[in-house]
């Protein structure tokens, strides 16, 4: 009987992840719709960038390539040391240093952006990472998005992962993608994907800006957050086929360091209902490894019947990385390997977070809620 249970616990998991997983992208536009047309508004691109010579160019030449162009790029240089300014002057940026330390009880990332913006003119602002691409189609079909849904939007980069560590990031990426699109968020304060984010000047300034999740270590979900809560609807798609980026692909260190920073915390954002959900999955999926395992090391009719939960999470995991990201044909099938890279992502958040106060990135320490130091 217990065999019948599990395989209950399998089917519920994976009815989980459907009802999680909204295959909600961006429809192309290459050119500026109706409302544009009418009534022109000034983009505003600004780029965070510490130390990010490295994928500044990608993005910057992307721009570039745009069907709406943006009035103007501002690129923040959050006191880099590797060329990051002479990279965006090079390709036409306005570059913007800080005048000032970091203010006690602020992030770099926040002050940054805050900082881009009190320089901007546009009366649409895009918040974009410096590892974001764009297809050529991409700002037009946000504007798009952004006119027909009203409020602030935000993307969910389709990740394209390189090396062999980068695709274990598979499971990481799709508990994010529910996130994100889990109909459940939708009666309960939803927070933005702080990669792509496009925003009127108007609903920026009401929602409070930066300003108001200056400590924040997940500033995306904590700002997404204050626009809900001051009446402005938010709205998250999927990126691919428009917006991707390459997660990470400097070292293990920086992966597990930039994964372990926002996932335990980014558990207190969203609805009890929705880490119910996102719950429910995990343990499905879990035990249709375990059943695996048993299969191979102790075959019987009952280990051969969990086995095949291992075969419905591959299939599921096929279906949803078509919109999430390209992991390369091995880590989907063998997807024990990414669970496993999951769970050790997890405790290491948890240690950081619970036992060390604090999380480390880009060479900062920043205290949870609290201070980051240079």
Known sequence: MWIGW???????????????????????????????????????????????????????????????????????????????????????????THETPLPPGWTGKNWALRTGYAHAAGDLIAFLDADIRLAPAALASLVQARERAGGVVSVVPYHTAGRFYERLALILNVLGVFAFTSFLERRHPTGLYGSCILTTREDYERAGGHDGVRSEVLEDLSLGVQYGRSGISVTNFLGAGMVSFRMYPHGIRSAVQGFSKGALLSTSKLSGYTILLVALWVVGLIAAELGLIFAVLAPSGGAVLLATGYLLYTLQLAYFIRYVGKFGVAVP???????????????????????RGHVTWKGRQIEVGGKSSR
Do not use: W
Not at 48 to 76: D, K, M
Not at 333 to 355: C, E, G, I, Q
């Open 6 to 96: 599990i395989f209950a616990l399998l089917a519920a998991g994976v009815l989980a992840g459907f009802a999680l997983f909204r295959r909600r992208t961006i429809v192309s536009c290459e050119a500026p719709g109706p409302a544009e047309q009418g009534q022109p508004r000034k983009l505003s691109v600004i780029i965070p960038a510490r130390n990010e010579a490295f994928n500044l160019p990608g993005l910057l030449a992307s721009l570039r390539e745009q069907t709406l162009r943006p009035f103007e790029v501002i690129v923040v240089d959050d006191d880099s040391s590797d060329g990051t300014a002479d990279i965006a002057r090079r390709y036409g940026a306005t570059v913007v």
């Open 333 to 355: 099938l063998v997807h024990l390997l990414s669970t496993l890279s999951f769970l050790y992502v997890m405790a290491y958040s948890a240690y950081r977070v619970v036992f």
